[in-house]
């Protein structure tokens, strides 16, 4: 019988190992998940198709289930049919937009986050005392104009930056409070403050931080990771605030980041292969997609998870009277 040479099949290449390093908390807040519920709720009472004026949350895969599930997205309320209900999205809307829905006689449920509403109560209080608003935000976001929408146009200013303190020239320098966004940088915005105080040193502070728990929570998940990690990637929508914060706290700690809405979106010639790897996600990030980019990941490397220390959040917030009823 003829010697048949026998071939052995090469061993596979071993995927270089990588650490990943979950931020904790991270993903939805108590706003944004009350947010999604009523748009859900809305839909069980009313029947699709229920309307909801703006993204109910920055994130697109959010925005996307719900359209599945029946909502319609607008940008106005005359692109609501009168007999239909409306959403009002968690980032607040000014006072115009439920008086006109009240004009029309159109069925709303207003799904803003309640820590931005007390925000507007804050500003109202403020202007009922006679004071000027320093409002600390990013022009353009849809908190500050929902924000700036709650008062007097010429009894608020927008505060963007530091250099901003010394070009403001507001009406009773002696009179002023001010507020601030709540998806902000917590560093900035100190800076910011401490910038106000030592140019108007009778400016009212808030009663209590504005920036809400979450924002300032992610941000402290990912300084507490940062000086482990060799890249972050921080998932979140490209319009979301607080996401954006997550990333430039990142860059700040020495730390190459980048935003991503979805593992499709991993750069991965600019991930190279890190030990460890940070991951977090801004709070209107579902969970899902932290699973979706491990699993992603774990395609080119062999995957090792850890969950940094934290304490849960335990906020909750009620659902609107009409629609748990």
Same mark, same amino acid.
């Given at each position: 019988? !003829? @010697? ?46 229920? @309307? ?41 809307? !000014? ?12 069925? @709303? ?103 809400? @728990? ?112």
């Amino acid at each position: 019988m !003829p @010697y048949m040479a026998c071939t052995v099949a090469e061993p596979d290449t071993p995927l270089p190992p990588l650490r990943v390093l979950i931020a904790a908390p991270r993903g939805f807040c108590a706003g944004v998940d009350r947010a999604i519920q009523i748009v859900e709720l809305a839909l069980e009472r009313f029947g699709a198709p229920v @309307y909801v004026r703006h993204e109910i949350v920055h994130n697109r895969f959010v925005v996307e289930r719900l359209r599945g599930l029946g909502a319609v997205f607008v940008d106005e309320l005359d692109e609501v049919p009168d007999d239909r209900p409306v959403v009002f999205s968690a980032h607040g809307v !000014p006072k115009s937009v439920p008086a006109a829905a009240q004009d029309r006689g159109l069925s @709303y449920v207003d799904a803003t986050c309640p820590l931005v509403s007390k925000v507007h109560r804050q500003a109202q209080r403020l202007i009922d005392e006679g004071r000027h608003i320093l409002f600390i935000g990013h022009a353009g976001h849809p908190e500050v104009i929902g924000t700036f929408g709650q008062v007097p146009t010429d009894s608020i200013s927008l505060v963007e930056t530091v250099e901003d303190v010394a070009r403001l020239s507001p009406p009773e320098i002696d009179n002023l409070a001010f507020l601030t966004q709540t998806t902000l940088s917590v560093d900035d915005t100190a800076a910011i403050v401490t910038a106000l105080k030592a140019r108007f040193p009778s400016i009212r502070a808030p009663r209590s931080e504005d920036i809400c @728990y979450a924002t300032s929570n992610r941000q402290a998940a990912v300084k507490a990771i940062a000086a482990e990690c060799d890249r972050i990637l921080v998932i979140g929508a490209p319009n979301s605030s607080n996401s954006l914060r997550l990333a430039e706290v990142a860059e700040r700690m020495g730390v190459g980041a980048r935003l991503i809405e979805r593992a499709a979106d991993i750069d991965w010639q600019w991930l190279g292969q890190p030990r460890t790897l940070g991951l977090t996600a801004g709070a209107s990030a579902p969970e899902v997609l932290v699973r979706e980019v491990i699993d992603a990941l774990r395609t080119r490397f062999d995957v090792s998870e850890e969950v940094a220390d934290h304490t849960p959040e335990r906020m909750t917030f009620k659902l609107p009277r009409e629609l748990v009823a």
